[in-house]
Structures are given as C-alpha cells and as structure tokens.
C-alpha cells in the first residue's frame, strides 16, 4: 500500500518561493564592491533572481547548463544561488583563491557557459581567458556606474542584464534529483574533483542544520556567513537563512577583516557565525587590539579545520560567546557532525567540558558514520580506538562529476571513506584525530597531528603551529613541531615542549620544534602538510630523539 501523499519536490525555488511569502521583509545586508553596506529585503532579492533566470533564459542557458561564479558573500551572489539552481541550471562556485591552473581545470572541466564575476576577481580571470574558450560570455556583478575596464569580450554588466528583465517567472517544476549545484574539492595532490549537489540534498540538509542541535537557526537571529559562498556553499546558510527567515549579513570581500567583522556584528545585531578557524582568530586580535567587543553575538560554528583551544576559551571567557565545533567536507554538503552538549554536560568538570567542546561534534539525523581499522573493521565509540572515518546518507556525495569509477573513494556498500582519521565516544562525539595522509606513524602505533597542534596553539605567542612526521630510523617517524611565532618575545624550545608535559602519552613529545616565518596554507586556508613535508624532507631530528 502506498501513502496518500503529495508528492512535492523538494528544490531550491520552494525556498525562494517560500521566504517571498513568508519572510519578505526579512533583510539581506551586504558589502560589495560597490557599496559599503547595501540593503534590501529578501523579496527584493527573490524578485531580482527571478530576473536573473529570465535573463540567463534570453542568453540561451537550458536546464542543466553550468553558470559559474567568482564571487565573495554579497547579495547578488544570494541571487545567484536561485536564480541558477532555480531555473534548473548549475550553479558552479568557484575559489578565486585557488591556483591559476586549477581554475583553468574546474571551468573547463565543468563546461562553465557563462561566468559571473566581481570586479575584484576579475583581473584574474582576464589572464585566465584564453586558456577557458568553453565560456560564452561574463557577466560583471557590477551596475553601470562601477563597470570596471575589462579584456573580457562582451562583458555585461549585471545590473544592466537585470534591468532589461521583468519579474514575471514561473519556477520550474524540477526533478528533485537533479543537480542544483557543483563545488569542486580542492585536495592537496591530484585534479580538483566535483562534487554535484541536488535539489533534494540541499532542502534536506538545510532542513538538518536548522535543527536545535545543530545551528539551530530561526528567523529572530541574524545570521553572517563569513565561510566564503564558493566553500561549500558557505556551509548552507545562504539556503538556511532565507528558509527560516533569518536575517542575512554577508561580508564580501572583507571577510578576512576583523574590523568589519566586528562593526558588521555590533551594528546589524548579527548572534549567529559562521567560519574557519584563521578568520576567528583574526576577529579575536582585532578585538584584543581594539577594546571592542561583540556584544550581539551569542554563538558561532567553527568547522573547516581543527579548532584552537583558545578560540573557544576567548570567545567564552572575554566575550560571553558559545563556540560549536562541526565537521564536514564538500562530498557532505558539507555538515556531517555538529558539537552541542548533552543535557548535564554543561556541569562537567572544566577541564573534561573543555575537551568536549574542541570535538569535532555528535551525529545528525541523515547521516550515518563509522571508523574502521585497516582491514575495513568497525571499531568501537570508546573515544579511544581511532580509524578511518566512513559516512553515508541523503547529502553525501555518491561520485565525483565526470569519474566513472568511484571505488578508490566509496566501498560496495556505498560508504564513503572520507580521509580523516577518527575517534568516537560512547556519547557519540566524533573527533578528527588526522587526515589519513597526515598521521604520524611512531613505533606502529600512531601519533594524532591535530592533538599535539591544540596544545602548541595554546601558548599565547603562537600564531600558528602544524605538527608533521619526520622520517625516523627507528620509529618509521617522529612528530616535528613548526611554530609561526606572534609579534614579540617568541617562546622557546623548551617552553614549547614543556606544554605537552601530563597532557599526552610522553612518546607523542615532538622530537624537536622549528620556528617558520610561516606555513603553506590551501586555497580555503588549511595548513598545506604536503608541502611542509616536502620542505622539511631533508630535516634531521636531534640525537637526543625519543629513544625509549
Ligand atoms: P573541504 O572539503 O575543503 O571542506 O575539506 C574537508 C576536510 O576539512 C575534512 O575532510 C577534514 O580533514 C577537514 N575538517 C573539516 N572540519 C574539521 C574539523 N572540525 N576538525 C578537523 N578537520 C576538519
């Protein structure tokens, strides 16, 4: 027997649909290249979308044609995200910040028709030109009176594109499974890889990450994305948002900016956040140097990327702000895990809530995980047994865009091995030990990279630390610490080393710390632990090296 209900698919315009309706006076606040702080409402920003569908719809673009965009966190990139997917087409986000090379691969690779592109970013994408023939056109998110200079061939300009554009679109009716969107992973070795999202897993995972215990958004917050719109859709929030209601502050291209992350907070009651742990830490040095403080915000999700003690203690201690920890990647769309507290965990001793907190977080209804042994072997949630990281559910990616073959990547049963190495405590908390790549493997037992970076970072004149293994004749490899050290007196060896002291097994001691003027960082600004390898291969530990 089946049910008797309606069978309405789940796609992207039923959001746009829904927020003109429901939340239309919510506001959408941005800075953009051509205005400190633009404002509108979110029905200004469905009604504009819609004129971008009919726009692209006269530029010939059909259903399942991708659109690109080089674009910081403003509104017409909100526009964007449904006037593409809505009208049926992909939306192709793409990381200016990635190499030159690899944006030349993505757009090709994706077969990119038209390109919308910032003013800013657009000086790159000029030297990039010939190397991109597939692309028939660029659209400048410009109006008239800021169109910049451009070797582009027939670039348009937005505004003007718009303007020439009624109102009147009908959304399509959609196969929810078609693709709504395409984000290529930027890994550290090989060509990127892109993962296709669909309608039905962006409306299911937004409707997971506004759950209480996980962002746990509503339309009285006020909500800045500072993850950037090309990582991973900014964590779903420019979806979230406008589906609950909630008020939209977006940065641009200063979100790497302490001040105007600050100013933004204070003036447009922002509560809710969002980033990777550089632009937290850049937010708090600005805060210290400033006096100021963030008094609207009550909490903020740190993901991305390991996160730094001392994040969490700052924001709690100095400025009354809750910090939740989250996993994800861009195949998980990318929330996977999120770090809110059982009932009681709040009373826990300091020093055990503490270490809680810096996990990565519990699962999400829709998304199932396991860590396995070498041999493909579950092991236990005791928060001890560490392994390899498998999830699988309604927005984990099944393949890659274009790749036949996706056996390196997800096992028969449709597992996905996600390449992180982790533990899992009877309560459920996921924690990120490592990349697989990245674990240190000491006397054939391992040595958790990330553990031994938590410690190191929270010396107060560390700027930045990575730990990587060094190759051991005894050992296979021991761990070697590289501090970027603040402005000031820099600690020493062995205050640096005196840290570890009663807090890990003594045989996880780095061999030896080495202070850099700085590291190697990836696109979305993860430590490059490649290249530091390679820059340290012919690094030798001192004798005096963990010999028993
Ligand atoms: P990306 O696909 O660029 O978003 O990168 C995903 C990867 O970032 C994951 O596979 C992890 O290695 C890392 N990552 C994300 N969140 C965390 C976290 N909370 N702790 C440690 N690593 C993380």
């Given at each position: 027997?089946?049910g008797?209900?309606?069978?309405?698919p789940?796609?992207?315009?039923?959001?746009a649909?829904?927020?003109?309706?429901?939340h239309?006076?919510?506001?959408?606040?941005?800075?953009?290249?051509?205005?400190p702080?633009?404002?509108?409402?979110?029905?200004?920003?469905?009604r504009?979308?819609?004129?971008?569908?009919?726009?692209?719809?006269?530029?010939?673009?059909?259903?399942?044609?991708?659109?690109?965009?080089?674009?910081?966190?403003?509104?017409?990139?909100?526009?964007?995200?449904?006037?593409?997917?809505?009208?049926?087409?992909?939306?192709?986000?793409?990381?200016?910040?990635?190499?030159?090379?690899?944006?030349?691969?993505?757009?090709?690779?994706?077969?990119?028709?038209?390109?919308?592109?910032?003013?800013?970013?657009?000086?790159?994408?000029?030297?990039?030109?010939?190397?991109?023939?597939?692309?028939?056109?660029?659209?400048?998110?410009?109006?008239?009176?800021?169109?910049?200079?451009?070797?582009?061939?027939?670039?348009?300009?937005?505004?003007?594109?718009?303007?020439?554009?009624?109102?009147?679109?009908?959304?399509?009716?959609?196969?929810e499974?078609?693709?709504?969107?395409?984000?290529?992973?930027?890994?550290?070795?090989?060509?990127?890889?892109?993962?296709?999202?669909?309608?039905?897993?962006t409306?299911?995972?937004?409707?997971?990450?506004?759950?209480?215990?996980?962002?746990?958004?509503?339309?009285?917050?006020?909500?800045?994305?500072?993850?950037?719109?090309f990582?991973?859709?900014?964590?779903?929030?420019?979806?979230?948002?406008?589906?609950?209601?909630?008020?939209?502050?977006?940065?641009g291209?200063?979100?790497?900016?302490?001040?105007?992350?600050?100013?933004?907070?204070?003036?447009?009651?922002?509560?809710?956040?969002c980033?990777?742990?550089?632009?937290?830490?850049?937010l708090?040095?600005?805060?210290d140097?400033?006096?100021?403080?963030?008094?609207?915000?009550?909490?903020?999700?740190?993901?991305?990327?390991?996160?730094?003690?001392?994040?969490?203690?700052?924001?709690?201690?100095?400025?009354?702000?809750?910090?939740?920890?989250?996993?994800?990647?861009?195949?998980?769309?990318?929330?996977?895990?999120?770090?809110?507290?059982r009932?009681?965990?709040e009373?826990?001793?300091a020093a055990?809530?503490?270490?809680?907190?810096?996990?990565?977080?519990?699962?999400?209804?829709?998304?199932?995980?396991?860590?396995?042994?070498?041999?493909?072997?579950?092991?236990?949630?005791?928060?001890?047994?560490?392994?390899?990281?498998?999830?699988?559910?309604?927005?984990?990616?099944?393949?890659?865009?274009?790749?036949?073959d996706?056996?390196?990547?997800?096992?028969?049963?449709?597992?996905?091995?996600?390449?992180?190495?982790?533990?899992?405590?009877?309560?459920?908390?996921?924690?990120?030990?490592?990349?697989?790549?990245?674990?240190?493997?000491?006397?054939?037992?391992?040595?958790?990279?990330?553990?031994?970076?938590?410690?190191a970072?929270?010396?107060?004149?560390?700027?930045?630390?990575?730990?990587?293994?060094?190759?051991?004749?005894?050992?296979?490899?021991?761990?070697?610490?590289?501090?970027?050290?603040?402005?000031?007196?820099?600690?020493t060896?062995?205050?640096?080393?005196?840290?570890?002291?009663?807090?890990?097994?003594?045989?996880?001691?780095?061999?030896?710390?080495?202070?850099?003027?700085?590291?190697?960082?990836?696109?979305?600004?993860?430590?490059?632990?490649?290249t530091?390898?390679?820059?340290?291969?012919?690094?030798?530990?001192?004798?005096?090296?963990?010999?028993?």
């Amino acid at each position: 027997m089946l049910g008797m209900m309606m069978d309405t698919p789940l796609l992207v315009s039923a959001i746009a649909r829904f927020a003109e309706k429901n939340h239309g006076n919510q506001e959408v606040v941005s800075v953009t290249y051509d205005n400190p702080r633009h404002r509108y409402q979110y029905k200004d920003a469905i009604r504009r979308s819609r004129q971008l569908a009919n726009a692209l719809s006269r530029l010939g673009v059909q259903p399942g044609d991708r659109i690109a965009t080089l674009a910081w966190n403003d509104h017409r990139h909100l526009e964007a995200y449904f006037g593409v997917s809505g009208s049926g087409a992909v939306l192709h986000t793409i990381n200016p910040r990635l190499f030159a090379e690899q944006i030349v691969f993505i757009i090709n690779h994706a077969s990119d028709r038209y390109i919308l592109v910032d003013p800013l970013v657009l000086p790159l994408l000029e030297k990039l030109q010939d190397q991109i023939t597939g692309v028939e056109g660029f659209i400048i998110l410009s109006d008239e009176a800021h169109m910049p200079e451009t070797s582009l061939p027939g670039a348009l300009c937005y505004e003007t594109l718009l303007s020439a554009e009624t109102d009147d679109y009908e959304w399509p009716d959609l196969d929810e499974n078609s693709a709504s969107a395409i984000c290529y992973t930027s890994g550290t070795t090989g060509d990127p890889k892109g993962v296709v999202y669909s309608h039905r897993a962006t409306i299911l995972h937004t409707y997971a990450i506004t759950m209480p215990d996980v962002m746990g958004l509503s339309c009285r917050d006020s909500v800045l994305p500072i993850v950037p719109m090309f990582h991973v859709n900014a964590w779903g929030v420019p979806y979230a948002a406008p589906m609950v209601g909630a008020k939209l502050v977006m940065p641009g291209a200063k979100a790497g900016d302490g001040e105007t992350l600050q100013d933004l907070i204070e003036t447009e009651g922002v509560t809710m956040s969002c980033g990777v742990p550089t632009v937290w830490l850049a937010l708090l040095d600005y805060l210290d140097q400033s006096g100021k403080t963030v008094s609207n915000l009550n909490r903020i999700v740190v993901g991305g990327a390991a996160c730094p003690s001392s994040i969490i203690s700052k924001f709690n201690d100095q400025h009354d702000v809750y910090v939740h920890c989250a996993w994800g990647m861009t195949e998980t769309s990318p929330l996977g895990v999120y770090n809110t507290l059982r009932s009681g965990q709040e009373n826990l001793p300091a020093a055990e809530l503490a270490a809680l907190q810096l996990k990565a977080g519990r699962g999400i209804f829709g998304i199932e995980m396991k860590i396995v042994d070498a041999n493909g072997k579950e092991l236990p949630w005791d928060g001890v047994a560490f392994g390899a990281l498998k999830v699988r559910g309604s927005w984990v990616a099944s393949g890659y865009f274009g790749l036949d073959d996706n056996s390196d990547t997800h096992d028969a049963s449709g597992w996905f091995g996600t390449g992180d190495v982790a533990t899992i405590d009877p309560d459920g908390f996921m924690n990120i030990t490592d990349r697989t790549k990245d674990v240190i493997k000491s006397g054939g037992e391992w040595i958790s990279s990330i553990a031994l970076e938590n410690i190191a970072m929270g010396h107060p004149q560390v700027a930045e630390a990575a730990v990587i293994g060094i190759a051991h004749s005894k050992w296979t490899e021991r761990p070697l610490l590289v501090i970027v050290a603040r402005e000031g007196e820099p600690p020493t060896r062995q205050e640096m080393l005196a840290l570890f002291e009663g807090r890990i097994a003594s045989w996880w001691t780095p061999d030896d710390v080495v202070f850099v003027d700085e590291l190697p960082h990836t696109a979305t600004g993860k430590v490059r632990k490649a290249t530091l390898r390679e820059q340290f291969a012919a690094y030798t530990l001192p004798e005096t090296s963990t010999d028993g």
